[in-house]
T-cell receptor, first 118, second 113 residues
Framework: GAVVSQHPSWVICKSGTSVKIECRSLDFQATTMFWYRQFPKQSLMLMATSNEGSKATYEQGVEKDKFLINHASLTLSTLTVTSAHPEDSSFYIC??????????????FGPGTRLTVL | GENVGLHLPTLSVQEGDNSIINCAYSNSASDYFIWYKQESGKGPQFIIDIRSNMDKRQGQRVTVLLNKTVKHLSLQIAATQPGDSAVYFCAALLARSNYKLTFGKGTLLTVNP
């Protein structure tokens, strides 16, 4: 099946620094990628929808200036957490949609990135 | 917006028993409903889906039932195995909303050997 990778798998950073997380579709071209955040023992919350070559669409309550999303190619989207604070510590998961696959299981999820802000 | 939730936060079963995980949704305009399995520290894994105009769909050891009258769906796992232990999420997909998924709260399934 389709594979989506994330890098890094985990990261620890100091408060006030920025962290970039990459999401790659390895064997298909993803016109749309999604970024989710998951706190412990909670569900996945959609942060933003990223379309290749255009600006991301953020969900209500998600600060676009804090969570910068770049979808520069059909196989790569990046999420940058700027000026990270301890409350940004979470599990960040991306998914990529293969437009050539049948609906609905066209979203393939990455393995997630564990961010810990000290 | 869509509101998708689960009735039971935890479910503990004996190995070999059948498991039933429930989910309620609010937006009847959803096109598909999907069940995902998430193991600790990993991303969600697709299990099975059902189109909104269907009532039942079966897979290998899993069955999803959709009751549109009461906006409820369930995931049945037959002969539950220790490897089935995970958190299970239902999600609703709205195609016209750029294929966005809205996830339910999740149910932790524990299978006792």
């Amino acid at each position: 099946g389709a594979v989506v990778s994330q890098h890094p798998s985990w990261v620890i950073c100091k408060s006030g620094t920025s962290v970039k997380i990459e999401c790659r579709s390895l064997d298909f071209q993803a016109t749309t990628m999604f970024w989710y955040r998951q706190f412990p023992k909670q569900s996945l919350m959609l942060m933003a929808t990223s379309n290749e070559g255009s600006k991301a669409t953020y969900e209500q309550g998600v600060e676009k200036d804090k969570f910068l999303i770049n979808h520069a190619s059909l196989t790569l989207s990046t999420l940058t957490v700027t000026s990270a604070h301890p409350e940004d510590s979470s599990f960040y998961i991306c998914s990529a949609r293969d437009p050539l696959a049948g609906v609905p299981d066209t979203q393939y999820f990455g393995p997630g990135t564990r961010l810990t802000v000290l | 917006g869509e509101n998708v939730g689960l009735h039971l936060p935890t479910l503990s079963v004996q190995e070999g028993d059948n498991s039933i995980i429930n989910c309620a949704y609010s937006n009847s305009a959803s096109d598909y409903f999907i069940w995902y399995k998430q193991e600790s520290g990993k991303g969600p894994q697709f299990i099975i889906d059902i189109r909104s105009n269907m009532d039942k769909r079966q897979g290998q050891r899993v069955t999803v039932l959709l009751n549109k009258t009461v906006k409820h769906l369930s995931l049945q796992i037959a002969a539950t195995q220790p490897g089935d232990s995970a958190v299970y999420f239902c999600a609703a997909l709205l195609a016209r909303s750029n294929y966005k998924l809205t996830f339910g709260k999740g149910t932790l399934l524990t299978v006792n050997p």
